[in-house]
Every structure is written in structure tokens, then in C-alpha cells.
């Protein structure tokens, strides 16, 4: 089994600079393809004890319930995050999210504190490579950092205080940690900056891929490695259904605590692999308590995030994160809807109306036709005519009647669906 060679990082927090985000994966991408991808797992019997490191033997099953059991409370490190999903480049698509609060850049005003909102920099993890400085020590004190060339983004927890500095822009937004000022209660992280790090480390990624157990996957321990300077178990995760997009994820395991070190999603159409997360240097030891001090350079422009978010509410006129407003939202869609199970699982958005331009209607459109034409495959069956809009793992089928089929699923799977439902 090949070696995984550790990859020497320049360490160390550096406030005159700044760091970014993560989440990413929460981020939307990665995270959902790897809840998609991995909904189900089938304990394949398999060891692991050849290959270099030398490790003794386990079976896939002990090796999950070790990835389970994994607590780590206290970690830095650095960890490199490659995606390549194959989506269209779209400009300026970082800076439509918005503050702690979701919403709107803080102060709800394009610039004011927009560019070291966190949500703004969830989609520059959809693509291309990036390094991330992590460390955390418990819940109420995590740290962030996404390393650039030219500047750094970071966002750090340290008790009721959150901090997201952009050096870029030196621009600083301060909130106030949730909780904060009750008694009794726990500091919990914001929005963007989960407990214990979660998000788009290979250890949140690997229990996304593992959560549930079925018989549509194959779980093996493929060999050992050695990743970040640390001993590991390589286990493999591969589908059995065919339709599924997904080839394999392989996932490095720390053969002393249990933490995944390493998460690698190959698409079966086979190249480089889709999503590649992995520490290149990690320590379990307590971080140093100035890892999580932050002060604003001199000359920074600070805002408010508290009042810049309530701000933003009052002027979108409600919380679109509320409960009412996710009703409204499925109600305009049609209603949102999974059909069938595991890595072929399908959502499904049903259409109240004419959908994308067809016909007549490119004809009319011109522009809009061709547009539609460049970055989707027309598509005909017994449902009727639509496009399917392709990347290298999530494949989406619209209707020209307005409804979507959306998943990890290859075109033909799609259309089944759509043929299915009429």
C-alpha cells in the first residue's frame, strides 16, 4: 500500500495576517455529498494488518465504532482542502451570503463588513485548493484560518467573544457568542464556527460518510498509511449501487485515537478525486491560550455583528431562518421530497409551472436558449423534455414543467425517476 507522505506546513497564528473560513465543507458541498454518497453502510468482513505502517489487525467494523468512539476535545493543526466538483466558475458568488446571522453581510449594506462575513466565504471552498489552520480546546474556544497567498481570513470562538477578521479588507466583525450572559449556560460557537471544529475536517466529513448502516455499501479496511506523521487504517468505502456517481471514499483513520486524518471522495468516472481533506500536521496536545486571543490590527475597521444583524433582520422584514419561513420556502417549491434509498437517494422539487425556456420559447429567448444549451443536455423521454445540468458527482434533471431531480445519481437514474413520477 502506497505511503501517504506528510507534507511539511509552515505553523504558527499570525494576527497581522488574517485566516478564513471553513465550514466547508460544511459547505454545502462536500458535507452534502458525502451525507448523500454515504447514507448507508454494509460491514464488509475485511482486516487490515499488511502493508506499512505495521498495525495489528481490525475489522471494518471495530474500526468504525473506533472512529465513532473518537472524542478528541483538543487539537491544532493544518489541514489542506482540494474540490473539484466540476462546477462553473461564478463570479462574485462569495459575496451574496451573509453575516453571523445568515441573512446579509453584516449592516445589510453591500461592503460594510461583507468581506470578513463568514458565509461569504463558504463557496471559495467548493473549488480549487486551499489550507486551513485549525485549532480548538472544548467547546467554547475554537479557531480558524483559511491561508491564501495574498491574505487570510480567520474566525475565532473564545468564550461569549466571536471574531471573524478579514485581512484583505482589514476588516473585523465582533459578535457575541450564543448563550453568552445567561446563566449557567455554555458559550456555544456561531453559526459557521460548529463545536469542535465540525465542518470541513476530515473528521466531521468521515462521521457524515459513516452515520448510518445498511446494505448498500461496501466497507473495507484497505491497508495502513502514514498521514501527518501519524500512523493510520485506510478504510474504504464503495457503493453497490450502480447508479451512484460516487467510485469510493477512502477514509485515513489514526490508529491511536480513532480521529480520521484524511478524507478522499473519487467519482467513479474516475480522475482526481472530487474531494480531498486531510491534516498535514496535527497535534492532540492543548493549544496554547493565546491561540485564541484575537485583537484588531491597528487601523482595522471594526463592526458591530450584533447590531449589524439586527439590522439585517429588521430590513428583510423576518428570520428566513425560522420556522415559518421554511414553510413558506417549501410551499413555493412545490414541496421538497427524497425518493429512493442510499447513494441513490433523489430530492425531488415538484414544479407549479412552466420550467426553463423550450421550443417556441428559445426560439424567442435566443440567448437564453443557447445560454441553457451550453451548460445543459436536452433531454427527452415518457415524462416528457428537460435538461440535465451535470458536475463530476451531483447530476440535476429539470423538467420543462419546473420540477427538479437532483443527486448523486448518473442522468439515467434521473430520468427513471422523472418517468416514474408522471
Known amino acids: ?55 495489528p489487525k481490525i475489522s471494518a467494523q471495530d ?39 445568515g441573512g446579509q453581510a453584516p449592516g445589510g449594506k453591500s461592503g460594510e463588513g461583507a468581506s470578513a462575513a463568514p458565509q461569504n466565504k463558504l463557496m471559495e471552498l467548493a473549488s480549487g485548493a486551499h489550507t ?14 483559511i491561508v491564501d497567498k495574498a491574505a487570510e481570513y480567520s474566525l475565532v470562538h473564545n468564550g461569549n467573544e466571536v471574531w471573524a477578521y478579514d485581512s484583505g479588507s482589514n476588516t473585523a466583525v465582533h459578535s457575541t457568542a450564543p448563550d453568552a450572559g445567561r446563566h449557567g449556560k455554555q458559550h456555544r460557537a456561531p453559526e459557521g464556527l460548529p463545536k469542535d471544529l465540525k465542518g470541513a475536517t476530515p ?23 502514514t498521514v501527518a506523521g501519524r500512523d493510520a487504517y ?14 469510493s471514499i477512502r477514509v485515513a483513520v489514526d490508529a491511536s485515537n480513532g480521529v480520521p486524518l484524511k478524507f478522499t471522495l473519487t467519482p467513479k468516472s ?16 492543548k493549544p496554547a491560550a493565546s491561540t485564541f486571543s484575537f485583537t484588531p490590527p491597528k487601523g482595522a475597521k471594526v463592526v458591530d455583528g450584533d447590531k449589524a444583524g439586527a439590522k439585517a433582520q429588521r ?29 441513490t437517494s433523489i430530492a425531488t422539487i415538484k414544479g407549479t409551472g412552466p420550467g426553463l425556456p423550450s421550443g417556441k420559447e428559445q426560439s424567442a429567448g435566443g440567448d437564453a436558449g443557447k445560454f441553457l444549451d451550453s451548460i445543459g443536455e436536452k433531454v427527452h423521454s415518457s415524462f416528457g423534455s428537460g435538461r440535465v445540468f451535470s458536475t463530476r458527482l451531483v447530476n440535476a434533471l429539470v423538467t420543462d414543467k419546473g420540477t427538479v431531480y437532483v443527486g448523486a445519481v448518473d442522468k439515467q437514474a434521473l430520468i427513471d425517476a422523472a418517468n416514474a413520477a408522471k
Open 234 to 247: 485506510q478504510l474504504l468505502i464503495k457503493p453497490k449501487q450502480a447508479a451512484s456517481t460516487v467510485g
Open 203 to 225: 473528521q466531521d466529513l468521515a462521521k457524515q460518510a459513516l452515520k448510518a448502516a445498511g446494505d448498500t455499501t461496501s466497507v473495507t479496511v484497505d491497508g495502513t498509511a
Open 315 to 343: 430590513e428583510h422584514g423576518k428570520n428566513l431562518r425560522s420556522h415559518q419561513g421554511a414553510k413558506d420556502f417549501k410551499k413555493d417549491m412545490g414541496g421538497l421530497n427524497v425518493i429512493g434509498k442510499g447513494w
Open 63 to 101: 474500526l468504525i465504532a473506533k472512529v465513532a468512539k473518537s472524542d478528541v476535545q483538543q487539537l491544532s493543526g493544518t489541514v489542506q482542502v482540494t474540490t473539484d466538483l466540476g462546477l462553473p466558475s461564478l463570479p462574485g458568488a462569495g459575496g451574496a451570503a451573509g453575516g453571523f446571522g
Open 1 to 55: 500500500m502506497p505511503r501517504n507522505e506528510p507534507t511539511q506546513v509552515t505553523d504558527g497564528w499570525d494576527e497581522g495576517r488574517s485566516p478564513r473560513r471553513r465550514k466547508a465543507v460544511r459547505y454545502g458541498v462536500p458535507v452534502a455529498v458525502a451525507g448523500v454518497a454515504a447514507a448507508t453502510i454494509g460491514l464488509v468482513p475485511a482486516f487490515a494488518g499488511s502493508g506499512s505502517p505495521d498495525l
Open 270 to 285: 474516475g480522475g482526481a478525486a472530487a474531494i480531498d481533506v486531510g491534516y498535514t500536521n496535527v497535534d492532540f496536545a
Open 132 to 145: 486551513l489552520r485549525v485549532a480548538a480546546d472544548g467547546p467554547e474556544k475554537q479557531r480558524v484560518s
